[in-house]
């Protein structure tokens, strides 16, 4: 039996029963009631179900780990029996699920769709269509915001405050969905979508590290938690730095957040000394803080107004979304809404439901995921002199980060930071391995595997890891390829391959092995025109991947390119940091590699967050700088590996050999040529200064992008307190010497009588 067409009809849907409950039912008033529709959207952590019955779509969740009460669901609700499979015709169309070359089908989409195609097979005896993920995330995304009154919202200090969208003004805008870990994605129109990026610090690591530190066992028991704690116990606030006279002069408030987990470094106390609420409140507002962090990031960066935050991990939770809510408006300075869906851990599987509708070809254009850099390998020299090195931007690793443009001699500005610094990869580390200093942390990590705790690209999707096809046209890639081609080798001219008769890939593979070739540019025409032919085989990938790199000459521009181009993620890849974590004992997990995943994670998070200010600022250079980068190798190399990946080798990466010590001088420029030693006296850099959201009181009104000019008007006003301070602290200095030098003196005449009586008793004798 063929592939038969099946119809959603969307007109009139709408939201049914409680308005504000989780996940309501929506209604399909006009979709025939004897259709059987189910959709799965499988992630690395929980399978989401959507099915349609009794004129309503419902909307059902299960654990990944527990698959065999999502299989027994489907046989208890009939959604795979009798009429499901029993396709009927309506005005020449298929109204049911049906059949695919003879077998019974669901739409399926996720990582756990590839994993776990041949469980369904075997234990309900259906094959799974299997739809790309962020295909289908945006589509799931487009249908609510395009179909359903009512479907998105804002969430600021408790109170919802229904969306209204205008269909015809919705695009573009940017959708930051948090699973396990994070796709950012920007949407353009219907199918039309580009992932822009992403990062492995996700729902995963918030659940991941909540078990190892509350001993949580569900995440709906970890959000409880976070309601009752206090995150000011164990987060470190610039007061705890500055104090409250130096805040108020570099206009920020007090009770400015400065480094999460910060006030752990500085306390004798174990893990058993803190409470589950005040640990589970601090883990929540340091990562919800940073996914915001890097969502607007990535909105200025593309000139986006627009930013919606969909993912299983929101949970309709009221601190989550006020968290995420509060940080975009205060980065932005309002110019940004986050808003949030009903729905919105079920984007996935709604849009694998509205795939039955793809025959409708209208608009389905997608855009390739990234274009090919001019550069990969960035022909950046190491020489800089005093007239070359301006602007760069500056970036101080300390508890917290804080980047700092620096534009010419004298002429800087601080841009914005991060809450996630040194002072959080110590206080993690301190409540969950014991170390008590950064040395034994770093000899930790290099003993660890964070691969033992980090779920990977291969944990979710399967050995072959993830892969996309080409989804443009053969002449652009034939055009694209020239381009490369030329630019690699300076090829002018080329002789393309015909690979249309060639159906066994394993043949191909090895024959393309065993070509005896001498040309760098042949390679590339091997492996490009190989893709043209076989689409998604991840075996030709690996070995001619393997080809290109026996070739020393081969530039690494055709590995970025050939990446970007079929959307490849190897099965090692970490796809979320402590995402592998199922015990919520400790014990469990050995400190070694707690040690490594959490280095590995912040370093990476450091990186990216990097990369986009640097990218934002149009900056090519950035000098690394602190206390917790010390010179050591192990940090600067992850690093570096994560701004070349980012950048595509486009940003320069330069460490400060005396890094500690801002008035010293550098192994590579004084401070002085590079315009910044005025900032060792202006106590910039010199404290912790960050741009997190603030834990309390009202929002600073303090604009980075002016603070040299406000930092000028706070001295004029107060130069009298500030210089009273000095006075009275220069009296102190001298009552303290007055007092040293009175003890000297009468130590000295003690001796000196001493001495005379001894001379005395020499004479008499």
């Given at each position: 039996?063929g592939?038969?067409?099946v119809?959603?009809?969307?007109g009139?849907a ?7 409950k989780r996940?309501?039912p929506?209604?399909l008033?006009k979709?025939?009631?004897d259709s ?11 399978i ?9 779509l419902?909307f059902?969740k299960?654990?990944r780990?527990r698959l065999?009460?999502c299989?027994?669901?489907?046989r208890s ?11 009927e ?6 109204v049911?699920?049906g059949?695919?070359?003879?077998h019974a089908?669901?739409k399926?989409?996720?990582g756990?769709?590839?994993k ?5 097979k075997?234990d309900?005896?259906v094959t799974l269509?299997?739809l790309?993920?962020?295909d289908?995330?945006?589509?799931g995304a ?18 919802r405050k229904?969306?209204?969208i205008?269909k015809?003004n919705l695009y573009?805008?940017?959708?930051v969905?948090i ?5 950012i994605i920007k949407?353009?129109?219907?199918r ?13 690591t918030i659940?991941g ?5 509350t001993?949580?066992l569900?995440y709906?028991e970890?959000?409880?938690?976070s ?6 116990v164990l987060d470190?606030i610039?007061k705890?730095?500055?104090g409250e006279?130096?805040?108020?002069k570099?206009g920020?408030s007090s ?9 752990v470094i500085?306390s ?7 409470k589950?609420?005040?640990?589970a409140?601090?883990l929540?507002s340091?990562?919800t ?8 990031l ?12 969909g993912?299983?991990y ?8 006020d968290n995420?809510?509060?940080a975009?408006?205060?980065w932005?300075k309002?110019q940004m809404?986050?808003?949030f869906f ?8 709604l849009g694998?439901l509205?795939?039955?509708n793809d ?9 390739c ?13 190491s020489?800089h ?15 917290g ?6 534009i010419?001699?004298?002429?800087f500005?601080r841009i914005?930071?991060t ?5 959080t ?9 014991g170390c008590?200093?950064?040395a034994?942390?770093l000899e ?14 291969g944990d979710i999707?399967?050995e072959?890891?993830?892969?996309k ?6 002449t652009?890639?034939?055009e694209?390829?020239e ?12 002789h ?7 159906h066994?890939?394993e043949?191909?593979?090895s024959?393309?092995?065993a070509f005896?070739?001498?040309a760098?540019s042949f390679?590339?025409?091997i ?6 032919a ?10 001619l991947?393997?080809l290109l790199?026996y070739y020393s000459?081969?530039s690494?521009?055709?590995i ?7 959307h490849?993620?190897?099965?090692s890849t970490t796809a979320?940091?402590f995402g592998k974590v199922?015990?919520?004992k400790?014990?469990?997990?050995k ?7 959490l280095?590995?994670?912040?370093t990476?998070n450091l ?5 986009l200010?640097?990218k934002l600022s149009?900056?090519?250079?950035i000098f ?8 050591h190798?192990?940090i ?5 590996r994560?701004l ?6 486009q ?7 005396h890094e500690?010590?801002l008035g010293a001088v550098g192994?590579?420029?004084s401070y ?5 030693d005025?900032l ?8 912790v200064?960050l741009g ?5 009181e009202?929002?600073p009104s303090w604009s980075?992008?002016k603070?040299s ?11 009298s307190?500030m210089?009273?301070?000095?006075l009275?602290h220069?009296?102190?200095e001298l009552k303290d010497e007055?007092t040293?030098l009175?003890k000297e003196?009468a130590?000295?005449?003690?001796k ?5 009586d ?7 004798k």
């Open positions: 039996m592939g038969r067409q119809v959603l009809d969307l009139g709408e939201i049914r029963g409680d308005f504000e996940n309501p929506i209604a008033p979709q025939r009631l059987s529709l189910l959709a799965l959207d499988i992630g690395g952590t929980l989401k179900l959507v099915y349609f019955a009794d004129g309503l419902h059902v299960f654990e780990r065999h009460e299989f027994d669901f489907i609700k009939n959604l795979i029996s009798g009429k499901a499979f029993s396709p015709l309506s005005n020449g169309h298929v049911s699920v059949f695919l070359n003879g089908t669901l399926a989409t996720g756990g769709a590839f776990f195609s041949g469980k369904f075997d309900l005896g269509e299997k790309d993920e962020i289908s995330v945006v589509a487009n249908f609510l915001l395009k179909e359903i009154p009512g479907a998105s919202f804002t969430h600021i200090d408790g109170r229904v969306v209204e205008d015809n573009p805008y940017l959708l969905n699973g396990s870990g994070v796709g949407v353009t129109g219907n039309k979508f580009e992932r822009v990026t992403g990062t492995h610090i996700g729902g995963g659940f590290l909540a078990k190892l530190l001993g949580c569900s709906d970890f959000l409880k938690m309601q009752q704690g206090d995150n000011l470190l610039v705890d730095i500055c006279l130096v805040s108020e570099q920020l009770s400015t957040l400065a480094s999460s987990f910060g006030k500085a004798k106390t174990t893990l058993s000394d803190y589950p609420e005040d640990l409140t601090t929540l340091a990562f803080y940073n996914i915001a962090q890097i969502g607007f990535v909105a200025a960066l593309l000139g986006l107004k627009r930013v919606f935050f993912g299983s929101i949970r309709g939770h009221p601190s989550t979304m995420i809510s509060y975009i408006n205060y932005s309002g809404e986050a808003t009903r729905h919105e851990g079920f984007l996935g599987a694998a509205m795939s039955y025959h409708d070809t209208e608009d389905t254009e997608m855009e995921d990234h274009e090919p850099s001019a550069n990969m390998d960035g022909n950046l020299t020489e002199n005093e007239h070359s090195i301006f602007p760069y931007l500056l970036v101080n690793v300390g508890s980060v804080s980047m700092i443009e620096v010419e001699k004298w002429k500005q914005i930071g809450h996630l610094g040194g002072g990869i110590l206080g993690l580390a301190r409540l969950l391995t008590t200093s950064y034994e942390l930790l990590s290099q003993r660890g595997n964070n691969l033992a705790v980090d779920l990977t690209v999707y399967g072959q890891g993830y892969s096809p080409w989804l443009g046209g053969v652009e890639l034939r694209t390829t381009a490369l081609l030329a630019t690699v080798s300076g090829a002018h001219s080329l393309y391959l015909t690979l249309a008769k060639i066994d890939l043949a191909f593979a024959c393309a092995l005896p070739i001498s760098p390679t590339f025409e492996l490009f025109w190989s893709f043209v076989t689409a998604n085989c991840l075996l030709v990938v690996a070995k991947v393997t790199l000459e081969v690494l521009l055709g970025y390119f050939l990446a970007s181009v079929l490849f993620l190897a099965a979320s940091a199922t015990s919520n400790l014990s469990d997990y400190a070694e590699d707690l040690a490594a995943a280095l590995n994670a912040f990476y990186g990216q967050i990097s990369w200010v640097a149009g900056l090519k250079k690394f700088r602190g206390t917790y980068i010390c010179g190798e192990q600067m190399d992850k690093i570096s994560s070349r990946y980012w950048s595509k080798g940003l320069q990466t330069t460490f400060l050999c500690e010590f192994a590579f420029w002085e040529n590079m315009g910044i005025e060792a006296t202006k106590e910039v850099i010199k404290q200064l997190a959201p603030y834990v309390g009202k929002s980075p992008k603070l000019d406000n930092l000028r008007q706070k001295d004029d006003q107060m130069t307190q210089e009273l301070e000095k009275r220069e009296n102190t007055v040293r009175l003196n130590e000295l005449r003690a000196l009588e001493e001495s005379h001894n001379n005395l008793q020499n004479s008499c």
